[in-house]
């Protein structure tokens, strides 16, 4: 499954949400997943701005180059592009697997039921 985790600017916890997913066996389209149902997530909690933090530093960079994506998760970074554009300011950038670790942690323990936001 996948996981996302929506913090303030201060870095407070404001939602954490998870989905499960039919196995994929590329990582790439993983990580390009989670961003494509984390999107939403963020919107209908009513956020207008959204920075978005990755460790898929080929994701990122496929979703900020204007160009065509004629990877196998191509689809995906063209429907990311397109959730961009329903934010005030939608940001992609990557941060490191060291730093991410804390949210993959968080998004992990989003599996459990008490955790979710949404059904």
Known sequence: ????????YQ?????????RLVPQNDPPTIEALAIYYGMPSG?????HILVV????????????????????YGNIIDDIRELKLGFEA??????????????HTIAFLAKDPMWNVYD
Not at 12 to 17: G, M, P, Q, S, W
Not at 53 to 72: L, P, R, Y
Request: with cysteine.
């Open 11 to 19: 870095d407070i916890i404001l939602a954490v949400d998870n989905r």
């Open 43 to 47: 919107e209908r909690l009513g956020y």
């Open 1 to 8: 499954g996948v996981g996302w985790v929506f913090r303030d």
């Open 90 to 103: 939608c940001f992609v950038g990557y941060i490191s697997k060291e730093d991410n670790y804390l949210t």
């Open 53 to 72: 933090e990755f460790d898929a530093g080929v994701i990122v960079d496929a979703i900020n180059n204007s160009g065509s994506c004629d990877a196998t």
